[in-house]
């Protein structure tokens, strides 16, 4: 018997809170099933449409443009981290929620100080790296001990918390997809590494970038098309019911 069977039953076991916690995230991102959108609806939401892209490249793009044209360490990560500044006080002041602008804002604070404090411009990239490692280590570790954390969030999403484990196939497709999230992860420190140790700032940050939102976005169509369609949909009224 496991840790979560031997609790409570009126008390909600670890896997669910952690479910309903990454659940939860995935809605408020836009990843919800009950809107009845598009795929591509969906993943341009959860990017947070053209502000969400600018957030999320803007400061990186900045970064390597100027340092490559000047390779002046300190004007680069002014910048950067200035336009990180802007685009959280734009969501404060226009009242949008602003999680994602204030994280993206800490990252390249982050990042720019140890590059500072260091004097490499290459270890403007080691937040990104550590993030990497963190979110690829945890994809894998859940899903080799049979908690994937896809299926923890598209259980919490589709209203059946941790049933989907009693199903073969969803416990199957969950565990493939896990893995291919942790290997997305894999594949930007594999690729982004070596150039890190070759000091080839230039290299990095344009692969930083490539890796990005460009690998992202298929990744999440897959996944949300992928989950979707282990869950038949319910018939709408003006269909017929099947006989």
């Known amino acids: 018997m496991t840790g979560d069977e031997q609790n409570d039953p009126a008390e909600p076991s670890a896997s669910e809170l952690v479910g309903a916690a990454l659940g939860g995230a995935a809605r408020r991102a836009g990843l919800d099933p009950a809107d009845g959108a598009t795929t591509g609806h969906v993943v341009w939401k959860a990017m947070g449409g053209w502000r969400g892209i600018l957030e999320s490249v803007l400061p990186s793009l900045a970064f390597l443009v100027l340092y490559t044209v000047t390779t002046d360490l300190v004007l680069s990560l002014a910048v950067s981290v200035g336009i990180a500044v802007v685009f959280t006080a734009i969501r404060l002041i226009t009242r949008t929620p602003p999680a994602a602008a204030i994280g993206g804002l800490v990252a390249t604070g982050a990042a720019a100080a140890l590059a500072l404090w260091t004097g490499r411009a290459e270890d403007n990239f080691v937040w990104g790296f550590v993030t990497n490692g963190a979110y ?4 894998l570790v859940s899903a080799l001990v049979g908690w994937p954390l896809i299926g923890l969030i598209a259980g919490f999403l589709m209203g059946e918390g941790t049933a989907w484990r009693q199903d073969p196939r969803k416990r199957r497709v969950y ?4 893995l291919a999230w ?3 992860f894999a594949a930007r ?3 982004q590494l070596p ?6 700032v230039t290299a990095l940050g344009t692969l930083k970038l490539v890796m990005g939102l460009p690998l992202f976005a298929p990744l999440l169509a897959v996944t ?3 989950a979707r369609a282990l869950y038949p949909r319910a018939p ?3 269909e017929p019911a099947e006989q």
Not at 136 to 139: D, E, I
Request: aromatic share 24%.
């Open 175 to 178: 565990f493939w997809l896990s």
């Open 189 to 191: 420190l594999a690729v």
């Open 182 to 184: 942790a290997g997305l």
């Open 236 to 238: 709408s009224k003006d």
């Open 224 to 226: 949300w098309l992928a």
């Open 136 to 139: 690829g280590t945890a994809f």
């Open 195 to 200: 150039l890190y140790f070759a000091g080839d």
